[in-house]
């Protein structure tokens, strides 16, 4: 009887076993979705394009041949590209420094208890409502209000002394690429706030509390709490905010399209005025891309591990 029982309990187990088995396999089918999407319009056209950083394709051209390490030679031989690696580079830094700690601090003031202050909600919305304009009215925005002779910035200085006559900003490379900055920083400092606010409302408030017990000051309770488990959403926002800041396109393009000088000509309008402009070097077009892709990889690398917690023997 006991046998009988322990078979029966044995099938029983293994029926539930693989019904629970062909209820996951639908998981497979839910994804395939996603992995066909990937296939077809990420992985394809990254295989593609660094196929092509090899050949000779340009023009209108249909049929290309292998020229080896050519294009690459002549990219890192080219003054504009150089140009344009370093003005990434120095947009990205001129944004995102103060971007970070202006959006820390405000994370920090809206997560204290002690401050509790009022309303928010309300300044979160505005303090993320530059982020959800379309980059070309931001634009456009931008342009007519430090336009010349005649803008509102031009008029308003003149009028409090401070300019003697007015000022082409955009003419200024110095200007040019203070304006490209602010114009990142401020659209995005809002949405790198509610990333760092949601991490800091995440942290186990018990924790928090046991250090004012203990009488800790605002201070130690940020850097000894806060900063270390806040740590996973900072490395989220560095990789994710150096993606961005390489791939800057749309504000330098619409603005000013590079100019004055190039000094607001990034690695991504270099790209799109080599493949869609001109002669059409895509073969040049995809060698940028590439290089562009192997620094995302590097730089991301090298924060990672910064990040990475030291093992204490």
């Known amino acids: 009887m006991l046998k009988e029982e322990t078979i ?26 996603f992995f066909l999407v990937f296939l077809f319009f990420n992985l394809y056209p990254t295989l593609y ?23 690459f030679i002549n990219l890192f031989s080219n003054a504009l590209f150089l140009k344009s690696l370093t003005n990434t580079l120095v947009l990205w830094t001129m944004n995102f420094i103060p971007q970070i700690v202006l959006a820390m601090i405000l994370a920090f003031w809206f997560s204290n208890r002690r401050l509790n202050l009022k309303g928010t909600g309300f300044f979160k919305t505005i303090f993320y409502l530059p982020n959800i304009i379309t980059a070309a009215s931001v634009a456009l925005i931008f342009y007519s209000l430090f336009s010349y002779p005649a803008g509102p910035l031009n008029m308003l200085l003149l009028k409090f002394g401070v300019l ?17 900055s602010f114009i990142q920083f401020w659209m995005w400092y809002g949405q790198t706030t509610i990333v760092l606010l949601a991490g800091i409302l995440s942290i186990d408030e018990s924790l928090f509390e046991a250090a004012r017990i203990d009488g800790a000051s605002d ?31 749309d504000i330098p393009l619409l603005l000013t399209n590079g100019a004055p000088n190039n000094s607001v000509e990034t690695l991504m309008t270099f790209i799109y005025k080599q493949a869609f402009q001109g002669s059409r070097s895509l073969n040049i077009a995809s060698a940028g891309s ?24």
């Open 8 to 33: 029966l309990s044995k099938e029983k187990t293994k029926r539930k076993r693989k019904s629970l088995e062909s209820y996951n396999n639908y998981a497979y089918i839910f994804l395939l979705p």
């Open 219 to 249: 201070m130690a309770v940020f850097k000894n709490i806060t900063m270390p488990l806040l740590k996973p959403i900072t490395l989220y926002v560095l990789i994710t905010s150096l993606i961005g800041g390489l791939q800057i396109f």
């Open 49 to 71: 394009t660094i196929l092509l950083s090899f050949t000779d394709l340009g023009g209108w051209d249909t049929e290309f041949k292998l020229v080896g390490i050519q294009n």
């Open 290 to 313: 590439v290089v562009l892709l192997v620094i995302s990889i590097v730089f991301s690398l090298c924060i990672f591990r910064s990040f990475k917690e030291k093992k204490v023997n």
């Open 164 to 180: 003697d006559a007015p000022f082409d900003f955009f003419r200024s490379v110095m200007g040019t690429r203070l304006i490209v």
